[in-house]
């Protein structure tokens, strides 16, 4: 099964500021790879897939990058509603669909 | 409005069964693979189970294996999930979930609210 771990697993960030975000692949995933918000008390949301594309609806203040084992979500500009917990997806290789353990964004 | 919406959830003793259901509504059903994703509160995600959309693609994570049964009925456009044999561990929300693609497991862009199962004696 290819793990997926994330870093770190909490970030304090200030409002307006950058959130980089890791994600790291045990293995290859090629871009296979998705970013999801998870708000309190929500379900997940799906912001990023094929490791850059923004899903519809999603603010261009997200974005993503990497391929192989490697990717990073940022967001640009921390607006208060993106405090949130965020996860990686890679659907390269199933089953297992892996997530990885989250990063939590804080207001700093 | 595309919409899932589980039941089923509830409290159950060690080593019974349960099933989960979810309804679907606002896109076609049988257009599309469908999964269950459950959570712990206050911890992370865990797919647990996927199905393609005639049921030809099963997958299942290693620690439901044998002990889950994931099923569809795209008439009823409705997604299962047989659960027997429950341990501790499986006590969590658990969310239906649908993919992007019919026949591959992908990522998934519409979630339900979920269901909570509470495996407990």
């Known amino acids: 099964d290819i793990v997926m771990t994330q870093s770190p697993a909490t970030l304090s960030v200030s409002p307006g500021e950058r959130g980089t975000l890791s994600c790291r692949a045990s293995?290859?995933?090629?871009?296979?790879l998705a970013w999801y918000q998870q708000k309190p008390g929500q379900a997940p949301r799906l912001l990023i897939y094929?490791?850059?594309t923004r899903a519809t609806g999603i603010p261009a203040r997200f974005s993503g990058s990497g391929s192989g084992t490697e990717f990073t979500l940022t967001i640009s500009s921390l607006q208060s509603e993106d405090f949130a917990v965020y996860y990686c997806?890679?659907?390269?290789?199933?089953?297992?669909?892996?997530f990885g353990g989250g990063t939590k964004v804080e207001i700093k | 409005e595309v919409q899932l919406v589980e039941s089923g959830g509830g409290l159950v003793q060690p080593g019974r069964s349960l099933r989960l259901s979810c309804a679907a509504s606002?896109?076609?059903?049988?257009?599309?693979?469908m999964h269950w994703v459950r959570q712990v509160p206050g911890k992370g995600l865990e797919w647990v189970s996927g199905?393609?959309?005639?049921?030809?693609?099963?997958g299942y994570a290693d620690s439901v294996k044998g002990r889950f049964t994931i099923s569809r009925d795209n008439a009823k456009n409705s997604l299962y999930l047989q659960m027997n044999s429950l341990r501790a561990e499986d006590t969590a929300l658990y969310y239906c979930?649908?993919?992007?693609?019919?026949?591959?497991?992908?990522?998934?862009?519409?979630w339900g609210i979920g269901t909570t199962v509470t495996v407990s004696s």
């Open positions: 979930v649908k993919d992007i693609a019919s026949t591959d497991f992908y990522y998934m862009n519409v």
């Open positions: 606002g896109f076609t059903f049988d257009g599309y693979a």
């Open positions: 199905i393609s959309w005639n049921s030809g693609s099963i």
């Open positions: 293995q290859s995933v090629s871009t296979n």
């Open positions: 094929g490791a850059s």
């Open positions: 997806q890679q659907y390269n290789n199933w089953p297992p669909l892996t």
